[in-house]
């Protein structure tokens, strides 16, 4: 049972415009969420987090999305460049300085046209 | 400024095989974790530790086993080799505390089984 879900596999988008990628959770006791963001033949490389105290964070290009009634988080990259193309994990825990292991998602690989 | 080291990148292992895979971090974290990812699926867990002489399950233990004598090295051991053991596998580490969830990975191992 997928506690976080990522439903498209992949996404294209055109260099410059926005890239949404979305994420869903099944567990409301989650409460601590990452992206993490993989190349080819590279261990992943974390991105950007966010508490469920917030409903956004930003960081540069980068801002992450909170919905907690929902039960579902987004990843928006503005402007997409040819360098974003990766795939993009979601993660969540339980709170945010424990050791409670990441439950990561399938992973969404972005594809930034030029 | 090595990070995460993983060794071997590559291997291939007959069935009823065993072998170890190296991982060792010179960065003092705590928290070291074994991660697998088959093709199309997200990063799953197969043990973790929080410290030299602690180690706990994750979501697929079966087949694998770990030893945690220093800070420094986290060697994951699979016993008799199965197919259903081809896979990368990706060793993290973390900070205690709030960096915990900031996982800084190895580049992974590719292994085969056959």
């Known amino acids: 049972d997928q506690q976080v879900k990522q439903n498209s596999p992949s996404l294209s988008v055109q260099e410059g415009r926005i890239s949404i990628l979305n994420c869903d959770y099944t567990n409301s006791m989650f409460d601590y969420f990452l992206w993490y963001k993989k190349y080819p033949a590279e261990g992943p490389t974390f991105l950007i987090s966010?508490?469920?105290?917030?409903d956004k964070n930003e960081d540069g290009r980068f801002t992450v999305f909170l919905n907690k009634s929902a039960k579902h988080l987004s990843l928006h990259i503005v402007p997409s460049q040819p360098g974003d193309s990766a795939v993009y994990f979601c993660?969540?825990?339980?709170?945010?300085?424990?050791?409670?292991?990441?439950?990561f998602g399938k992973g969404t690989r972005l594809s930034v046209i030029a | 400024n090595a990070g995460v080291t993983q060794t071997p990148k590559f291997h291939i292992l007959k069935i009823g095989q065993s072998m170890t895979l190296q991982c060792t971090q010179d960065m003092n974290h705590n928290y070291m974790y074994w991660y697998r990812q088959d093709p199309g699926m997200g990063l799953k867990l197969i043990y973790y530790s929080v410290g030299a002489g602690i180690t706990d399950k994750g979501e697929v233990p079966n087949g694998y086993n770990v030893s945690r004598s220093t800070t420094e090295d986290f060697p994951l051991r699979l016993e008799l080799a199965a197919p259903s053991q081809t896979s990368v596998y990706f060793c993290?580490?973390?900070?205690?505390?709030?960096?915990?969830?900031?996982?800084?990975f190895g580049a992974g191992s590719r292994l085969t089984v056959l």
């Open positions: 993660a969540a825990t339980f709170r945010p300085s424990g050791n409670t292991p990441l439950v």
């Open positions: 966010i508490s469920s105290i917030k």
């Open positions: 993290a580490s973390s900070k205690t505390g709030a960096g915990a969830n900031v996982l800084t």
